[in-house]
């Protein structure tokens, strides 16, 4: 079975703070993705990657950054995070273009 | 137009219904179609893979209209079980995924 393990399901944070969302699969999957989800908005896309060091921007970069050193991980940073970046934050991995994705267990942020 | 746009419903459906669902999409080159279900508070997981041919799987049948650009999905014989979202999933020219909004399911007793 495909794994991908986000490093929380729940995360508290200070305007302000700079945020590291970590994921991990482990399928040697080439494709990354980091997605929010808000109510009424559906998924939207931040970045993505489509190989080690490797990035792509999505519809909603802004505010965010990316870094894939190694195949299987793919971090998401909020360089300083802001009330408007509260929001579930999705993962997903594939093996290349044209198949399935696959998500982690999503992180609930919150920035006080 | 959106590029992925699906009806939100909610579709309140008692069991043992049939209901379809559709999605269109407004790229012509796009190459993959997928339908994910959604859980509350839960990840989205795959449900089914969309081909050109149609497919089936049990009580699901996804079909894909590329000339109209639609995808579609029909559940039979609906549980209390399917009560979820639907998303509907188009491979982007990019290498991206696109995401519909979701179509909100309630299977009633």
């Known amino acids: 079975d495909v794994k991908v393990t986000q490093s929380s399901r729940y995360l508290v944070k200070r305007t302000g703070e700079k945020v590291f969302l970590e994921c991990v699969q482990d399928?040697?999957?080439?494709?990354m993705f980091w997605y929010r989800q808000d109510p009424g908005l559906g998924l939207r896309l931040i970045y993505f990657s489509y190989d080690v060091k490797m990035k792509e921007k999505g519809d909603i970069p802004e505010g965010y950054s990316v870094s894939r050193e190694k195949k299987e991980r793919f971090s998401l940073i909020l360089e300083s995070a802001s009330t408007n970046q509260t929001s579930m934050y999705l993962c997903?991995?594939?093996?290349?273009?044209?198949?399935?994705?696959?998500f982690g267990q999503g992180t609930r942020l919150t920035v006080v | 137009r959106k590029e992925v746009e699906q009806d939100p419903g909610p579709f309140n459906v008692p069991e043992g219904a049939t209901v379809a669902f559709n999605c269109t999409y407004s790229n012509s080159a796009s190459q993959s179609f997928f339908w994910y279900r959604q859980d509350c508070r839960k990840e989205p997981k795959l449900l089914m893979s969309v081909y050109s041919s149609g497919n089936e799987d049990g009580r699901f049948t996804a079909q894909l209209n590329r000339a109209s650009q639609y995808i579609s999905l029909l559940i039979r014989d609906s549980k209390l079980s399917d009560s979820a979202t639907y998303l509907c999933v188009v491979g982007g020219s990019q290498g991206n995924l696109i995401f519909g909004k979701g179509t909100k399911l309630s299977v009633k007793p």
């Open positions: 997903a991995s594939r093996r290349q273009e044209n198949t399935e994705a696959f």
């Open positions: 399928m040697d999957h080439e494709n």
